[in-house]
């Protein structure tokens, strides 16, 4: 495993850019996994800026998002899919065919799953990125979840619809399920990189790096990941004991990198 301490979010999402620039450098066609929230809103920022400026291209790229709602009507602005379109695609050269999100909006969501679970067998993703839920959930693999669990339908845990209720009008409107990629499907990822941000994420790393490694803490299942970054800003590193951050890189907190 390998951790970066970085000063804030910025200095985190710029870290988190270097991974994805140098996978697309090195690779066009790379399949990059993608998660939402307010994690790697800048982080996306930065590979706008850096498609228009520098005309990096994403044509032939593709991106599988982790998640998605299930019940909420189509056209809601707090669908993953949206999300996905109005903060990264539609401001990138990425051709639309090439974005895949799990599909809740239609008849069967057990079809919809197996038919993501196809597609994730025939696009090996290059770079997994991911956000850490309070509760240290990955994706929407809430604790609990056995590290075997493939793409499937969970239900929320009121813990996460308290954190994700931000976005709506109330917490009644939250959704209660998801689909989202298990853990297995996230660890059969080439790279993994997972990103937290502020003071309330800290127990949750905390957790997911010290812990044991237990199906009550999803994350800390990247830790079995032989290709695992962690990359945290200095809030969310506050619980981490001095042999976990001496063994930190440390960024832009008058560290040097080293
Ligand atoms: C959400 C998403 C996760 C995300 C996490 C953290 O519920 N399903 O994919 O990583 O919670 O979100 P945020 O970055 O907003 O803290």
Known sequence: MNLIITSDNQTLSQKAFQFIKET????????????????????????????????????????????????????????????????????????????????SDCISLHQSCLLYEALLATHPRDIQLLGLGINGHIGFNEPGTPFTARTRVVTLTEDTRRANARFFSS?????????????????????????????????????MLEGEITEACPGSALRMHRDLWVIIDTLASQKLSDSTRHQAMVWGVGGDGQ
């Open 171 to 207: 917490i009644d409107e939250v959704p209660k399920r998801a689909i989202t990629m298990g853990i297995e499907n996230i660890l059969e990822a080439k790279k993994i990189v997972i990103m937290a941000s502020g003071k309330s994420k800290a127990q949750a790393v905390r957790n």
């Open 24 to 103: 697309i450098t090195r690779k066009a066609d790379a399949v990059f996994g993608l998660p939402t929230g307010d994690t790697p809103k800048k982080l996306y920022q930065m590979m706008i800026d850096d498609h228009q400026q520098q005309g990096t291209s994403y044509r032939e790229a593709r991106i599988i998002n982790l998640d998605e709602y299930v019940g909420l009507a189509t056209d809601h602005p707090q669908r993953y899919f949206h999300f996905m379109r109005s903060h990264l695609i539609d401001h990138l050269d990425i051709q639309l065919p090439n974005f895949h999100i799990p599909r």
